[in-house]
């Protein structure tokens, strides 16, 4: 099995406090390095359930990029601070992305996606995402609509085939080109929750908790690669479907591209004596929160959740194969999650 590095954040956690940090997790022996402990006086203060910390995690030649919530920090492989770059229209930053000398960031403060320039350490371009309809609402109102729907087709199993959350309501959502170094971007804004981006083949990839699907950006036009229900997060073409963390689920799930689920594995739960800081509430912290996901060649799927967890999955196994805890604080949650080679 590999070895992994990831990063954690601490929801709740209070200034002065560890804020989470960074691991190397060897999932063939279990062995557990604490490399960095992110307790910087200077952590920004945003973010639901202060969810603070380092975010996402991409490996650049001899160099480690960490995301947190408005800056990009750099490491070398000694996990030195080396720099840190930052932009009036990142914020809320969650997943990060490298693909031959480009950074992805999403901006989760601006409904954007950012892209920075490794080799000449500049951002340089910027996509983002507005709509004058709450997709949050009508994403609700689809996902009550398809129970109803369902109910009734009990007596008319014609509508056992209608699904409202596979309607194309972002039909209207309008993909926004703009200059991360000027003044003229977009205003502060939050209504998908873009919280994963991938880049292939030159094309960006990214959902969000409200997306309503995988999306991709090609030649800088908008086009809906599968549907996806909401609160999903690392969303990521796989096989010939796509693999998420089915986060409200408790679950890692793979589904075809036209939304039907194929597999499903479960979350790790513990029993709540077990846990530390459980009392809190579900909003601030709350165990089997599926967040971080790699996939191998060999057919290993590699998930984070909370208590800070790695776990190990393949299909044909109905449980995780393997489970790491890195801590059984319910309040420190896996983040980043990438592959490390020593």
């Known amino acids: 099995m590999p070895k992994v590095i990831t990063s954690s954040v601490i929801r709740s956690a209070h200034q002065g406090e560890s804020h989470g940090g960074v691991y190397l997790v060897d999932l063939e022996t279990d062995q557990v390095d604490q490399v960095i402990d992110w307790d910087d006086g200077t952590i920004s203060w945003e ?3 202060g969810d603070r910390g380092l975010r996402g995690i991409a490996l650049y030649r001899d160099k480690i990029y960490l995301a947190s919530s408005d800056t990009i920090f ?17 914020k809320l930053c969650h997943e990060i992305w490298i693909s031959g000398n480009s950074l992805f960031l999403t901006s989760t403060g601006f409904d954007s996606i950012l892209e920075f320039d490794l080799f000449n350490e500049s951002f340089v371009r910027g996509y983002c995402l507005r709509s004058k309809k709450s997709p949050r609402l009508i994403i609700t109102i689809q996902d009550l609509v398809t129970k109803l729907l ?6 008319i199993p014609s509508l056992s085939r209608l699904d409202a959350r596979k309607l194309r309501t972002l039909q209207k959502v309008r993909l926004n080109l703009f200059d991360p170094n000027s003044h003229e971007g977009p205003l502060p804004g939050d209504s998908f929750h873009i919280n994963s981006v991938q880049s292939r083949k030159g094309e960006i990839i990214f959902s969000g908790l ?15 690669v599968a549907p996806l229900p909401m609160g999903t997060h690392n969303a990521q073409l796989y096989k010939s479907g796509v693999i998420f963390n089915w986060t409200p689920m408790g679950k890692v799930a793979y589904q075809n591209l036209v939304g039907g689920v194929q597999a499903t594995f479960p979350i790790k739960r513990y029993p709540k004596a077990e846990l530390l800081n459980s009392n809190l509430p579900k909003d601030h912290a709350t165990q089997s929160f ?3 996901l790699l996939t191998t060649e060999n057919g ?17 196994s109905p449980e995780a194969i393997k489970t790491i805890t890195l801590t059984m604080d319910v309040r420190n949650a896996i983040h980043g999650l990438t592959f490390w080679q020593d």
């Open 210 to 224: 409200y997306t309503n699907g995988l999306f991709k950006i090609a030649n800088n036009g908008l086009k809906r």
């Open 74 to 90: 750099v490491f070398d492989r000694n996990f030195s601070f080396v720099n840190s770059y930052t932009n009036r229209y990142l």
């Open 290 to 292: 599926g967040r971080g």
């Open 150 to 155: 369902r109910r009734m087709a009990r007596k």
């Open 47 to 49: 973010g639901r359930g």
């Open 300 to 316: 290993l799927i590699i998930g984070g959740s909370s208590p800070a967890t790695i776990s190990v999955y393949q299909f044909g």
